[in-house]
């Protein structure tokens, strides 16, 4: 795993910011996962509101918090326009990707630091709340290297994209595609695809050594 004192600051900010952004559709269904039960063990009524995870709340309350001061900061401080998707995700991944250095290399280095220690928080309180048992879903950003049919039988390129689980104790486990599970590379394979240049990754991969 890469050691981020060991990188320029602006790349381990946009990493958490992307971490965050990867792991918010799972915070958000772990946001109502207390409400498929009552407190008592029966079933919720039909039509009644469920509850939600109180805790999970708190933590995304926090993060879209932190994230309209950040956009504050871009608006009061630049000619930065929001992008059209201005989604949590959607504005964590434009700001990782063209407005980082904003933050990063800014004027008042105690606001800088800030908000690089603020995301390092962030990318671990999201992570560590949407996968509490700390298996995670890693995407690798890497399109199917298979085939697939079209309607008309006709062999045609793959559309998924390969991840892969993260296991506490256990091995790195098969590289798997979005579209068609049957389509997997060992992490041995993964390895000497790599090495060779046949694999050509879109992102780097988060969590894995790479």
Known sequence: MTDA??????????????????HWPALLTRLAKQGQRTEGGGKVKPGSALPIDA?????KGEVEDWLMFLTRCLMDESNWQPPPDISTPG???????WR?????DHPDEMLAQAITDDADHYAHLV???????????IPLHVAC???ATDDQGARVPCPGEYHTMLIP???????????????????WEWARGLRRGTIAQRDRMEGLGA
């Open 5 to 22: 004192r060991q990188e320029p600051a602006h790349l381990t900010v946009a990493r958490d910011l992307r971490d965050i952004a990867d």
């Open 55 to 59: 805790h999970v709340s708190t933590v």
């Open 91 to 97: 504005l964590l991944r434009h700001i990782a990707t």
């Open 100 to 104: 980082i250095g904003h933050f990063t």
């Open 127 to 137: 992570r560590k709340t949407a996968n509490p048992s700390g298996v995670r879903k």
């Open 145 to 147: 290297l298979e085939h």
């Open 169 to 187: 104790d256990r091995d790195i486990q098969d590289m798997v595609c979005s579209e068609d599970s049957t389509h997997r590379m060992s992490p």
